[in-house]
């Protein structure tokens, strides 16, 4: 037993590895529509080559071999959106740079959300953290401006020209409005969950952004991060939610920077 373990160890480790990214792979792209086409892709080809094995159609099976060369060029076209989340939330810098909003910044925008909320107008906003969301505060108008309730419920009243698009705050100031968010293309089955809360979805895939909601149908306060939504939250559950996702990347930090330190003292030692 030890000797087939000391051989075959690598081959329990690939296993593991395997099935890890398998699992978590699903867990990831279950939800999205090209989950279906996935799945309906994977039926067809399991079929044709179960019956060209059983038929011995040797023909089918060669098509097949070499169809499965143009297989992983076409999950590429069809998982596009949520490569690109995958590869923003590698790639970001929020393990080593954070953005954290000022807390009484973050307290003028509850109110101001609340106010919103009570009078059923509708309202997106983005909290800019470690990625940098130039690219949508270019699509809307720029203000860098304080924040403040009056200057919020005005920017969201329905018969203003920026009410529609989304608000990008950072470092306590309002650096843009009217943007245009992406649209999160999971499937979602809740009728409540409008383009905002989409939108929100959206700019959460493909940044390390929180997004907050304000329903316009129901007043319904919502968050969104790494592209999962939490709805129809009280203000104090909001706030909390904030402060939880806030406090966690502190901690990331945190530890990334006793990490370096601890090799600065080690390398220095030596």
Sequence with gaps: MWDFLTEHWRDGVEIIILAALAYHGYLFFRATRGARILTGLMVLLLSLALISL?????????????????????????????????????????????????????????????????????????LKRGIDLKPYSESGVELDAVITSELITTIFHPKTSLHDGGAIIDQGRISAAGCVFPVSQRDIQDRAIGLRHRAGMGISEETDAIALVVSEETGALSICYQGKLEHDLEPAELRQRINEILNEGSAVKAAAEHEKEGAHELGTSA
Excluded at 74 to 99: C, T, W, Y
Excluded at 118 to 125: D, K, T
């Design 54 to 126: 059983l038929l011995e159609l040797s023909v089918i099976s060669s098509l097949l071999q070499r169809f499965s060369v143009f297989l992983a060029i076409a999950l590429v076209i069809i998982f596009q959106p949520e490569l690109r989340r995958v590869l923003a939330e590698l790639g970001s810098s929020r393990i080593f740079s954070f953005n954290r909003p000022d807390p009484e910044a973050l307290d003028v925008l509850m109110e101001a959300m609340q106010q919103l909320s009570s009078h059923r107008c509708g309202a997106l906003f983005a």
